[in-house]
């Protein structure tokens, strides 16, 4: 198990890890959630998929089993900018325009979106190891861009996972009930600083961004 990070720049190099992302967010987010958004039926792909936008996935025995991904909150593409700002400017249908101050968009402020482990993944540790490193190739991506921090909007129990995982994300809005769903969401924002110490505890090298294990099943 190990975490892999790129952009559209150098995304070739590691074969169909993009487009297997892309159908991991079909199967969790439309086929598990429900969520309306835009899929050709095997994969889901947004207008935040752009040069832009950067990716940090866990691979494993050559699946992809995690990801998420980032991008600054002071780029646009078109008419679209950040997911959170967008909504604020009522741009993004189901998510209220009250949750996000746009004006705290910044070069140092990021977005991380589309946080997701497979199902497949069973085991409270390796699913936590999947969340450690797919954070840790998020903020890593963040700080050498010159980010300091970054927004998400997510489930209310992010802040005990992120404290799992050594990250500690403070909530910035009122909760909000998806109809797609049926979860509460709020925006949270949280330091893009490495938990190196809690990596270690996980049994992940923070050099090689891998899990210190010759073998082991994901389910166990």
């Not at 540790?125 to 998400?152: E, N, Y």
């Not at 909530?171 to 270690?200: I, N, Q």
Request: aromatic letters at 10%; charged letters at 25%.
């Amino acid at each position: 198990m190990k975490n892999i990070v790129f952009d559209m720049s150098d995304m070739h190099l590691h074969g169909s890890a993009f487009y297997d992302f892309l159908r991991l967010r079909k199967r969790f987010f439309i086929d598990g959630l429900g969520w309306d958004i835009p899929t050709d039926g095997i994969v889901e792909m947004d207008q935040y998929d752009t040069p832009y936008a950067h990716y940090s996935l866990v691979e494993h025995d050559g699946q992809i089993i995690a990801g998420t991904r980032c991008q600054s909150t002071a780029v646009s593409w078109g008419p679209y900018s950040c997911m959170m700002r967008d909504a604020s400017l009522g741009l993004l249908n189901g998510i209220p325009d009250d949750l996000f101050d746009p004006d705290v968009c910044s070069p140092e402020l990021w977005e991380g979106t589309r946080l997701v482990v497979a199902d497949e993944v069973r085991s409270v540790m390796r699913r936590t190891q999947c969340l450690a490193l797919a954070i840790d190739g998020l903020v890593r991506s963040i700080r050498s861009r010159g980010g300091t921090s970054f927004i998400t909007f997510s489930p209310l129990p992010l802040q005990r996972t992120a404290r799992m995982v050594g990250v500690e994300a403070e909530r910035m809005s009122r909760a909000y009930v998806c109809a797609s769903d049926g979860r509460e969401y709020a925006v949270f924002r949280a330091p893009a600083t490495r938990a190196v110490d809690r990596l270690e505890a996980l049994g992940i090298n923070p050099e090689t961004h891998e899990v210190i294990e010759a073998e082991f099943s994901l389910a166990g």
